[in-house]
């Protein structure tokens, strides 16, 4: 069984920085596509920043010259350094794991963290 989970959300004030860590554990040989989306109440899921397995970048438009990506091929993390934080970046966000290769060769298509939630106070 393939799990993700994230760390690092909180509480911030408007123009803060936060950094979310994401680990996906369960015997993985690789991930093809790392990222980080983020629901606000009533609203979708909406992807905020993804990395291929060779390091291509992603961002939504809301983020760009914000946040950064980063992951760690070796240990199947993801980072999310967040700077310049705004009160509309308030949500809860969401590690994802794309095309996921088993040790036994097995794929496994999509997997998704529980969440953490990150609130940015103006």
């Known amino acids: 069984q393939v799990q993700l989970v994230e760390s690092g959300g909180g509480l911030v004030q408007a123009g803060g920085s936060l950094r979310l860590s994401c680990a996906a554990s369960?015997?993985?040989?690789?991930?093809?596509?790392m990222g980080w989306y983020r629901q606000t109440p009533g609203k979708q899921r909406e992807l905020v920043a993804d990395i291929t397995y060779d390091g291509t970048t992603n961002y939504a438009d809301s983020v760009k010259g914000r946040f950064t990506i980063s992951r760690d091929n070796a240990k199947n993390t993801v980072d999310l350094q967040m700077n310049s934080l705004k009160p509309e970046d308030t949500a809860v966000y969401y590690c994802n794991a794309n095309g996921i290769r088993r040790t036994s060769g097995y794929m496994i298509s999509s997997s998704w963290g529980r969440g953490t939630q990150v609130t940015v106070s103006s």
């Open positions: 369960g015997r993985i040989s690789r991930i093809n596509v």
